[in-house]
């Protein structure tokens, strides 16, 4: 296991200490970021999952997971409404930042590292992005009503704008008819594909660069307290219990659920609160300190179920 982990921390450092000392400049995490969302990542999925099809018992797994999410986020949601008085827009970034994984990023250098397979993460992006995605933003669109013409279509439409989720479907059509890519563009995209997981690190590094707040935000310590002990502590072992005790999964298949589930808020929470003028602030943190601690709550959780 620290075999395996070493190197995510190593490349996690590394961008870290590029992102304090500004030798890629201010821009670097946004560049490399959507490099690794737009390019890489798709490539890597799609390489992975043409050569290695989805297979097993993976739908207790996805069940787990699924119910165990649900449960969190609507925690989240109703302490911003209940606790905290927040908004409907703010509401919804709580439920987001409370039990949306961060399956992308972090969530596939993991898989690949410590499972070998990345395919059940590739359904849990399916997932998100077909189903808590439009569900997200159409709340974000009902909360934000007034400025909401001709966002319908969009929303509608996110599932099939996303290079992800593209490469995510593609990858999995392919690989139920056992369909290769010709040689020639294989090699390519796997070539391509292999930067996915060092570029997504180094990026991850990045962006835990401390930044101060924005004019007009201010920092909300309880609140991202509370997001990150449901995020990093609560849904793993919630995800557990349901997993092992509910739904009967052990071995390689309870391991990959509950790794799945301690990964940290994804970095779409910040990207969906800003683009509806939401408190970018108190995504950015619980992102930021929901990662940090992922690294210790996600080796904890691999020795133990190894």
Excluded at 120 to 126: E, K
Excluded at 139 to 146: K, R, Y
Excluded at 161 to 167: E, G, H
Excluded at 191 to 213: D, H, I, M, N, Q
Aim: charged residues 10%.
């Amino acid at each position: 296991m620290l075999a395996a982990f070493v190197p995510i921390w190593a490349l996690t450092a590394v961008g870290f200490v590029a992102g304090r000392t500004g030798v890629l400049g201010p821009a670097a995490v946004d560049v490399l970021g959507r490099f690794v969302f737009y390019v890489a990542m798709p490539a890597a999925l799609l390489n992975t999952l043409t050569r290695q099809p989805i297979g097993g018992p993976a739908g207790r797994a996805v069940a787990a997971f699924a119910l165990a999410t649900a449960l969190i986020g609507a925690a989240g949601f109703a302490a911003a409404r209940w606790i905290f008085k927040r908004p409907l827009a703010e509401q919804t970034i709580a439920a987001m930042a409370s039990g949306y994984v961060n399956a992308g990023n972090l969530g596939i250098p993991v898989a690949v590292q410590v499972l070998g397979d990345a395919g059940f993460i590739a359904v849990v992006l399916l997932i998100q992005t077909t189903i808590l995605t439009p569900l997200i933003l159409g709340t974000l669109d009902i909360a934000q009503s007034e400025h909401a013409d001709g966002r319908w279509r969009r929303l509608l439409t996110v599932p099939l704008r996303s290079p992800v989720m593209l490469a995510c479907l593609t990858g999995v059509i392919l690989g139920a008819l056992h369909v290769h890519l010709p040689r020639l563009l294989g090699d390519a995209v796997a070539l391509l594909g292999a930067a996915a997981v060092p570029s997504a690190l180094v990026a991850l590094g990045l962006s835990l660069v401390p930044r101060e707040p924005g004019a007009g935000e201010a920092r909300r310590p309880a609140e991202v307290t509370l997001s990150v002990l449901l995020k990093s502590v609560v849904q793993p072992l919630l995800c557990f219990l349901l997993a092992r005790f509910v739904f009967g999964l052990t071995g390689a298949a309870l391991l990959a659920v509950v790794l799945c589930s301690a990964l940290p808020t994804a970095q779409n929470t910040f990207v969906f609160a800003r683009a509806y003028g939401v408190d970018g602030t108190f995504a950015r943190d619980v992102i930021v300190a929901s990662t940090a601690l992922s690294m210790a709550t996600l080796t904890v959780a691999a020795t133990l179920l190894q």
